[in-house]
């Protein structure tokens, strides 16, 4: 790893400076050419080098001692987390927990929780036979949360209405009014997690709270955030659990197995296993399309800051493919190290190279979900779609 970052840091210092003119004339097509092509390569070495710096911290000793797992929750009046669960398994459970956002209340799991707990699959299945003309007498389960009562006693409720997005692997959820009584909305966080922050994870593992308290951050982007991962024997349910820095929500729990293909380009030894978390910021686009509203914030997919188009909730980036002069270069598979703002990381690039950006969404109607693609020219951020089968 120390050899990867020493070689990117000096291919940067031999990357030439621009051309500085003294005299006011235009320069030849061949100098702006040589120009532009500088410009892109160094820019792309500057990022390289940052995220490499950035992805070192997942090797790094620990800067804080281990959790010593708590088999109890935060002390508050009112649970800080509560268990969802498919109607008729009340004790096959998953985590979740409560958000305000303005003068509203969301629940909040885990995006594959909800697909099993509500059983996507079988959905989509009667909603493609509807769709077809016919009519299957199907009997599909319902979602629910388990809540604890003041006087100790466990009450479950049909979770009335959701969104999932299977990419972010995030859920959202209405909280049925005379539930709120009984429910701690946490606030969320002001600001992203940073590297080197302390998080704490508040949650249930086999129907049992548990408690991770000292959880260092090792890596962000705005799809995923990597914290080192405290020895637990079995987490079965933890995902849905808050992920809290500073008392406030700074992600939701959804694993402890990383996901990228990417180790044979850049590593000499294989990624760590780590907490994966998705950024508290990717449920906005969910509540859009729960309350048909559209006022909260979005992910732009971008390209050395050239905008492609907004992420959808069910966008899933499959690949990234580098295309120079009509011929594929390089194609990656960077899963939870992928980070839509910055779709060029891993890549060295040089002038009017393509990226493509492969999509295949993934919902649950009755609709054909065709995979489509963006090219984007790195230069002039020019952008084409199109759909290639």
């Given at each position: 790893m120390k050899s990867l970052f020493t070689g990117v840091f000096a291919l940067i210092l031999c990357v030439p400076a621009l051309p500085v003119r003294a005299q006011i004339v235009p320069p030849s097509p061949g100098v702006l050419a040589q120009s532009v092509e500088r410009k892109i390569a160094t820019t792309a070495l500057h990022q390289n080098a940052s995220l490499y710096q950035r992805l070192a911290g997942l090797f790094a000793l620990p800067h804080v001692l281990p959790s010593i797992p708590l088999h109890s929750l935060p002390p508050t009046d009112i649970p800080v987390t509560f268990r969802v669960h498919q109607a008729g398994h009340p004790y096959d459970t998953a985590s979740a927990f409560a958000v305000q956002v303005g003068d509203h209340v969301y629940g909040v799991t885990a995006g594959h929780v909800m697909r099993n707990i509500a059983d996507m699959n079988k959905r989509r299945y009667w909603a493609e036979r509807e769709a077809e003309g016919i009519h299957l007498d199907l009997e599909v389960p319902t979602p629910q949360m388990k809540i604890q009562l003041p006087d100790g006693s466990l009450l479950s409720h049909d979770i009335p209405s959701w969104r999932l997005s299977v990419p972010s692997d995030i859920a959202v959820f209405?909280?049925?009014?005379?539930?709120?009584?009984?429910?701690?909305?946490?606030?969320?966080?002001?600001?992203g997690a940073k590297v080197g922050q302390v998080a704490s994870i508040p949650g249930f593992a086999n129907d049992q709270p548990l408690w991770l308290q000292n959880e260092e951050v090792l890596f962000t982007t705005s799809h995923r955030l990597l914290l080192r991962r405290t020895p637990v024997e079995r987490i079965d349910g933890l995902c849905g659990s808050p992920v809290l820095i500073n008392d406030q929500v700074a992600g939701l729990y959804i694993g402890g197995f990383l996901h990228a293909s990417l180790r044979e380009d850049l590593f000499s030894q294989p990624l760590p296993n780590a907490h994966r978390v998705v950024p508290i910021e990717n449920i906005f686009p969910l509540i859009n399309d729960l309350t048909?509203?559209?006022?909260?914030?979005?992910?732009?997919?971008?390209?050395?800051g050239h905008p492609i188009a907004e992420l959808r909730p069910q966008d899933n980036i499959t690949s990234i493919v580098l295309i120079r002069d009509g011929k594929e270069k390089?194609?990656?598979?960077?899963?939870?190290?992928?980070?839509?703002?910055?779709?060029?990381?891993?890549?060295?690039?040089?002038?009017?190279?393509?990226?493509?950006?492969?999509?295949?969404?993934?919902?649950?109607?009755?609709?054909?979900?065709?995979?489509?693609?963006?090219?984007?020219?790195?230069?002039?951020?020019?952008?084409t779609k199109s759909t290639p089968f």
């Open positions: 209405e909280i049925p009014p005379q539930l709120l009584p009984y429910i701690h909305p946490l606030q969320l966080s002001e600001q048909g509203n559209t006022t909260l914030p979005t992910t732009m997919m971008k390209v050395l390089k194609c990656l598979f960077p899963g939870d190290l992928t980070d839509p703002e910055h779709l060029e990381d891993f890549l060295t690039l040089q002038e009017n190279d393509i990226l493509r950006i492969v999509i295949w969404p993934i919902s649950f109607t009755a609709q054909t979900e065709k995979i489509f693609q963006y090219d984007v020219n790195v230069t002039t951020g020019q952008v």
